[in-house]
Nanobody, 121 residues
Framework: QVQLQESGPGLVNPSQTLSLTCTVS??????????WSWIRQPPGKGLEWIGYIAYRGSTIYSPSLKSRTSISRDTSKNQLTLHLSSVTPEDTAVYYC?????????????WGQGTQVTVSS
């Protein structure tokens, strides 16, 4: 069974870098044709796609967050990592990792449970 688990600090100071890890089990993050996204949901708002890393390692980011976002992976640990720099309180959200197929990049078949991140001093 495919499982995704986000982890990271729940509280980040403004202007610092938010770093989160998604640990995947039950499948390989290099398995053909799967794309691994980071998505967030600020309080009282809808879901916002942040970016994805493909099975071959290429990345695409949301234009609105591109200048501050980096997604990478550790294939030996089967983990994905999100870095979001220069955070502000507007980056406070529940952050999710999720999987989609190449032919339906924004239709996710597996999600992590999400991790709350609060940006505050």
């Amino acid at each position: 069974q495919v499982q995704l688990q986000e982890s990271g600090p729940g509280l980040v100071n403004p202007s610092q870098t938010l770093s989160l890890t998604c640990t995947v089990s039950g499948t390989s993050i290099t398995a053909n044709y799967y794309y691994w996204s980071w998505i967030r949901q600020p309080p009282g708002k809808g879901l916002e796609w942040i970016g994805y890393i493909a099975y071959r390692g290429s990345t695409i980011y949301s234009p609105s967050l591109k200048s501050r976002t980096s997604i990478s992976r550790d294939t030996s640990k089967n983990q994905l990592t999100l870095h979001l720099s220069s955070v502000t309180p507007e980056d406070t959200a529940v952050y999710y990792c999720a999987r989609a197929r190449q032919d339906s990049l924004f239709e996710y078949d597996y999600w992590g449970q999400g991790t709350q991140v609060t940006v505050s001093s």
